[in-house]
């Protein structure tokens, strides 16, 4: 096969903003951008979870939003709080294996540490594909915003995450 035979030189990109079903694409990017430097965060400064052969597997956020230096909740930043009391009351929902939606109870307490956990969750929703069948484009999006708003909370409040955030460590 030559270069010109490949048949990769051809191939058209799927439209991944209408297989989003109306999500905004800069949204999920967004989103992509900040759980991925806030994960790399997490294990820099020693929230991460391994496995018994002492494998790195991820980031704790579990232990991390449950660390007694998070902030009260609420906040006092309307953003935050909002995002906060709508995690709580209308959590991720669970894919079954029939590709269908079960909703989880609210959460109660509402809380900062409880808020946060929803975030990687979130991310699993996402980015294994189950939002490309039936999206909730409203719901969706607001999850992925108020995600956004706890993950800049954490990074205004939390100066050792924040360097690791911002910067590149060889």
């Not at 694409?25 to 018994?52: G, H, M, P, Q």
Request: charged share 25%; aromatic share 14%.
């Amino acid at each position: 096969m030559t270069v010109d035979d490949d048949p990769l030189n051809s191939f058209q990109d799927p439209d991944f903003q209408e297989l989003l079903g109306g999500i905004d694409i800069t949204l999920v990017i967004r989103f992509f951008n900040y759980f991925s430097r806030f994960e790399y965060a997490l294990k820099r400064i020693n929230f991460k979870k391994t496995d018994r052969r002492n494998y790195l597997i991820g980031a704790d956020w579990s232990r991390y939003a449950t660390d007694d230096t998070r902030p009260l909740y609420p906040t006092g930043n309307r953003n935050v709080d909002r995002a906060v009391e709508y995690l709580c009351q209308q959590p991720v929902k669970q894919q079954r294996h029939d590709f269908s939606w079960e909703d989880k109870p609210p959460i109660e307490p509402h809380s900062l540490a409880e808020a946060l956990k929803q975030i990687p969750y979130i991310r699993n929703n996402l980015f294994h594909g189950g939002k490309y069948l039936r999206p909730a484009p409203v719901r969706d999006e607001k999850l992925l915003k108020y995600s956004i708003y706890l993950m800049q909370l954490c990074l205004i409040t939390d100066n050792q995450l924040s360097e690791y955030f911002n910067t590149i460590h060889r």
